[in-house]
């Protein structure tokens, strides 16, 4: 590519160019006139073919290392650590989940879904806010559908050990 260029660079030039036997350029200079222009600088050398690419232009968005959620928890009587006077069945739990989701989708503020649905006892006082976590802190189905989510979306019905979740990611 550089020997293109500097062949380019001689022929715009007026010079003559032309190959030794031994493979080299070697070039004639034409004869210098009262009207000749004054040299040209060298070249610098052609940048690399491949052009650095910008990880802002092509990389996308880093994932959040954490984010802020509120979520529903609707147990049922075998679930991981579910409350004792829990004593619906996982097939009553999950429809009950499926109501609380079809009430925050017609309209339902989700913090009022909270208090009318939730069995997490520690996050309805905060409406249903788990704070700020990293997804590797929670179930890794829980993990996986909160860091799916957009700030402002809620999850369809999640299933963990400890019951049925709806999650609200609000950062």
């Known amino acids: 590519m550089r020997l293109a260029a500097s062949l380019t660079l001689l022929s715009a030039l007026g010079g003559a160019a032309c190959q030794s036997s031994s493979g080299g350029l070697t070039s004639s200079p034409a004869p210098a006139t009262a009207t000749d222009a004054p040299a040209i600088p060298a070249l610098p050398p052609p940048a690399s073919a491949a052009p650095a690419a910008t990880a802002s232009a092509e990389a996308p968005p880093a994932a959040p290392d954490t984010i802020i959620a509120q979520h529903i928890l609707i147990a049922y009587k075998t679930a991981k650590r579910a409350p004792k006077g829990?004593?619906?069945?996982?097939?009553?739990?999950?429809?009950?989940?499926a109501e609380a989701l079809a009430k925050v989708q017609s309209g339902t503020p989700f913090e009022d879904a909270v208090k009318e649905y939730s069995d997490d006892g520690g996050s309805v006082d905060r409406l249903g806010s788990l704070g700020?976590?990293?997804?590797?802190?929670?179930?890794?189905?829980?993990?996986?559908?909160?860091?799916?989510?957009?700030?402002?979306q809620v999850s369809d019905v999640v299933e963990t050990p400890f019951g049925f979740h709806l999650i609200k990611r609000t950062q």
């Open 86 to 97: 829990v004593t619906r069945s996982k097939a009553e739990a999950k429809a009950r989940a």
């Open 132 to 152: 700020k976590f990293h997804k590797a802190d929670m179930d890794p189905a829980f993990g996986a559908a909160a860091f799916a989510l957009r700030a402002g």
